[in-house]
């Protein structure tokens, strides 16, 4: 089993950048895949980006495309979201998720989450 918990969120200005972290403890976190989710007010939690356990593969939702990177540093069980370019309608709580051993990233199925940190972006 694994714990995350995500940091870094906070108020930008459109245009601006913001890098989301999400340290994992626990065992082998570098057999975990790591996915980043988020929620805007009044709609469902949908898929940002993700990473495979080896790194050897990331997705991302078109909407984030080209401007979202996400990343991972098994050191130090950490994965980031590097956020550019952002716009007021990337306004959410951003979720950390984790999934053993997985090699293909898809939105569904991910057995551990973190408590969420809050993105705001202003016009």
């Known amino acids: 089993q694994v714990h995350v918990e995500e940091s870094g969120g906070g108020l930008v200005q459109a245009g601006g950048s913001l890098r989301l972290s999400c340290a994992a403890s626990?065992?082998?976190?570098?057999?975990?895949?790591m996915g980043w989710f988020r929620q805007a007010p009044g709609k469902e939690r949908v898929f940002v980006a993700g990473i495979s356990w080896r790194g050897s593969s990331t997705f991302y939702a078109g909407s984030v495309k080209g401007r979202f990177t996400i990343s991972r540093d098994d050191a130090k069980n950490t994965v980031y979201l590097q956020m550019n370019s952002l716009k007021p309608d990337d306004t959410a709580v951003y979720f950390c998720?984790?999934?053993?051993?997985?090699?293909?990233?898809?939105?569904?199925?991910?057995?551990?989450w973190g408590q969420g940190t809050q993105v705001t972006v202003s016009s």
């Open positions: 998720a984790a999934d053993r051993f997985r090699d293909v990233i898809t939105p569904e199925g991910w057995p551990y």
């Open positions: 626990g065992r082998s976190f570098g057999s975990y895949a």
